[in-house]
């Protein structure tokens, strides 16, 4: 890899680092083309990304960013997950760590916070973002169809009651 292009990739992943919430170190053995390949579109389907990294190069794209208490967990053969949403790129590793054994969480941080691989897993237990969102809106939305059943409701009892005289009448 020549100057350029290391410096291009330096710049990119600093880029990445001052725009992520979480960032998750990951360390991979044996994992095949196929197998990242396919991690990368699960974090792309989920709005987070994933990039086997250079350690010493990643290393020097933190300093300056909130992320720099990762470099000591730049050793080895790593990689990284990050995301906007703090829980969608924790949700898609802590799933893809759990179903493939060559993939292992080391560590990660959230913002200038610090995290282990068990506080990662507990990240990704929570709702994300837009369940959240959703949620919300449902409790917004409830209030009001239940204060509609409720005025609805005893003119309907009233009908019930008029059509049950008049048929008692008419038998």
Request: aromatic share 4%; hydrophobic share 40%.
């Amino acid at each position: 890899m020549h100057r350029t292009q290391k410096a291009k990739l330096v710049e990119t992943l600093q880029q990445t680092f001052n725009e992520a919430e979480l960032v998750i170190v990951t360390q991979s053995n044996g994992l095949t083309v196929a197998e990242v390949t396919d991690l990368r579109q699960k974090m792309r389907q989920s709005q987070a990304g994933y990039k086997v990294t250079k350690n010493r190069l990643a290393k020097i794209a933190t300093k300056g960013t909130k992320f720099e208490g990762l470099n000591a967990l730049f050793t080895g053969p790593t990689a990284i997950a990050w995301s906007r949403d703090p829980v969608s790129a924790a949700k898609v590793t802590v799933t893809y760590a759990n179903a493939n054994d060559k993939i292992k969480i080391v560590g990660a941080a959230m913002g200038d916070r610090m995290l282990g691989p068990k506080e990662v897993d507990d990240l990704a237990k929570l709702p994300s973002l837009d369940e959240l969102r959703g949620k919300i809106i449902g409790l917004i939305q409830a209030p009001a169809s239940k204060i509609a059943r409720v005025l609805k409701e005893p003119g309907g009892q009233l009908a019930r009651v008029v059509n049950a005289y008049a048929s008692k009448g008419s038998a």
